[in-house]
């Protein structure tokens, strides 16, 4: 006998087929059809079936470096995966998608970075860093990194990079190199001025004191110039006083006004001086007439 592809032979009639997730209960006879179970939590059936029980669903073994990536449903059984920094060497020939085994991803040494990242089942390539890129770091997923510009940072470059290490920076540099220098020149110009200014203004200061010490040691009484009636006679040194009046040749009766000394002829003669020159006759005359011009030439007498 014949049956269809959902049904199986059992004995002198077709029975059918239980379908995905369940299993047989109970088988068909003449009066009755096959009766289907769902399969119980942790089993699985996968397929269209006529067995009396389902599959049991596997576990993924950590020590084969597996883990869970899809649970167990009562028509499929549980997929693995492989736990990170691992890939899969074997999958499964019945899942998709299903790791059997395991392995390490190789690391990059430093000098090397990853050119291709590790997938679920390749293992991460490693290649040498060029020039101007490095890599210090031992793992599996870090690429080569360009060298720190220092210049970039406004900063000094202290050290070259290499494949293994990044390029050393030192302290911030100044903009103009030649600031620092000129400055300092600068200032000592202008220290040196400022000395020397202040030297002169003390050498000049010094000077003007010497001088007027210098005037003041050298200013003498110069004595007054004499008529020439008074140098050609002077008073006979017999005579000691001179009066008019009854007065003093200083003093003037009618004036009302005291007098210091006497300008008599151009001269200034003082009180104590008065007697000194043969001069009663002028002096006397210039007292009464006090605002009297001087002698001029054709007055004064003829020897």
Same mark, same amino acid.
């Given at each position: 006998m014949?049956c269809?592809?959902?049904?199986y032979?059992r004995?002198?009639?077709?029975?059918?087929? @239980? *379908?995905?997730?369940?299993h &047989? $209960?109970?088988?068909? #006879?003449r009066t009755?059809e096959?009766? !289907?179970?769902? +399969?119980?939590?942790?089993?699985?059936?996968?397929?269209?079936?006529?067995?009396d029980?389902?599959?049991?669903?596997k576990?993924?073994?950590?020590?084969?470096?597996?883990?869970?990536?899809?649970?167990c449903?009562?028509?499929s059984?549980?997929?693995c995966?492989?736990?990170?920094?691992?890939?899969?060497t074997?999958?499964?020939?019945?899942?998709?998608?299903?790791?059997?085994?395991c392995?390490?991803v190789s690391? @990059? *040494?430093?000098g090397?970075g &990853? $050119?291709?990242?590790? #997938?679920?089942?390749?293992?991460?390539? !490693?290649?040498? +860093?060029?020039?101007?890129?490095?890599n210090n770091?031992?793992?599996?997923?870090?690429?080569?990194?360009?060298h720190?510009?220092?210049?970039?940072?406004?900063?000094e470059?202290?050290?070259e990079?290499?494949?293994?290490?990044?390029a050393?920076?030192?302290?911030?540099?100044?903009?103009?190199?030649?600031?620092?220098?000129?400055?300092l020149w600068?200032?000592?110009?202008?220290?040196i001025?400022?000395?020397?200014?202040?030297?002169?203004?003390?050498?000049?200061?010094?000077?003007r004191?010497?001088?007027?010490?210098?005037?003041e040691s050298?200013q003498?009484?110069i004595?007054?110039?004499?008529p020439?009636?008074?140098?050609?006679?002077?008073?006979?040194?017999?005579?000691?006083?001179?009066t008019h009046?009854?007065?003093?040749?200083?003093e003037?009766?009618?004036?009302?006004?005291d007098?210091?000394?006497?300008?008599?002829?151009?001269?200034?003669?003082?009180p104590?001086?008065?007697?000194?020159?043969?001069?009663?006759?002028?002096?006397?005359?210039?007292?009464?007439e006090p605002?009297?011009s001087?002698?001029?030439?054709?007055?004064?007498?003829?020897?």
């Open positions: 014949t269809g592809p959902d049904e032979n004995g002198d009639h077709c029975c059918k087929k @239980c *379908p995905k997730g369940t &047989v $209960s109970s088988e068909c #006879n009755s096959t009766k !289907c179970q769902s +399969c119980s939590r942790g089993f699985y059936m996968n397929m269209v079936n006529y067995v029980k389902c599959f049991q669903c576990s993924c073994i950590s020590s084969y470096h597996l883990e869970m990536s899809e649970t449903t009562n028509e059984d549980t997929k995966k492989c736990m990170e920094g691992f890939y899969c074997k999958t499964s020939s019945v899942l998709k998608n299903d790791c059997e085994s392995k390490a690391p @990059c *040494p430093p090397h &990853v $050119s291709v990242p590790h #997938n679920s089942t390749h293992d991460a390539m !490693c290649t040498p +860093c060029p020039q101007g890129t490095f770091k031992t793992d599996y997923f870090t690429t080569c990194q360009n720190t510009r220092c210049s970039d940072l406004g900063r470059l202290l050290s990079g290499t494949a293994e290490t990044d050393k920076c030192g302290d911030f540099m100044t903009r103009c190199h030649w600031m620092v220098p000129a400055g600068a200032g000592l110009v202008l220290t001025l400022l000395v020397f200014i202040g030297f002169l203004c003390l050498r000049c200061k010094k000077r004191r010497k001088v007027v010490i210098t005037l050298t003498t009484f004595p007054p110039a004499l020439p009636d008074v140098i050609k006679y002077p008073r006979s040194p017999e005579s000691e006083t001179h009046n009854s007065k003093p040749c200083a003037e009766d009618d004036g009302g006004l007098y210091e000394g006497l300008v008599c002829d151009g001269v200034t003669v003082l104590e001086k008065c007697a000194a020159f043969s001069i009663s006759d002028t002096c006397m005359s210039f007292i009464s605002f009297r001087e002698p001029q030439e054709d007055d004064w007498p003829v020897f």
